[in-house]
Nanobody, 117 residues
């Protein structure tokens, strides 16, 4: 059974920082591209950041320079360091694991991030 379990969400003031983590089980983690997506109120789900199994990263335009995605293949974890948070970063953040070559994609249950004073 595949599980992606997120943690680290919460309430933070504008300009603050949060670190999200996602721990995967039931997959060969090192073979998967991992990523973070988010869905804000009344918005479609959007890309935040992805990291390939080789460590190549890609970021959504709105988070470039503020967010950093990292993976630890030994611990089956992917993290998202979020700095300089803005109210528009408020969303449910979802962890994703994907193997496009096999047509496989898995999602976590999501963790709420709220940026507000």
């Amino acid at each position: 059974q595949v599980q992606l379990v997120e943690s680290g969400g919460g309430l933070v003031q504008p300009g603050g920082s949060l670190r999200l983590s996602c721990t995967a089980s039931g997959i060969i983690f090192s073979n998967y591209r991992m990523g973070w997506y988010r869905q804000g109120p009344g918005k479609q789900r959007e890309l935040v950041a992805t990291i390939t199994n080789y460590g190549r990263t890609n970021y959504g335009d709105s988070v470039k320079g503020r967010f950093t995605i990292l993976r630890d293949n030994a611990k089956n974890t992917v993290s998202l360091q979020m700095n300089s948070l803005k109210p528009e970063d408020t969303a449910v953040y979802y962890c994703n694991g994907e193997r496009r070559d096999l047509g496989l994609a898995y999602w976590g249950q999501g963790t709420q991030v709220t940026v507000s004073s």
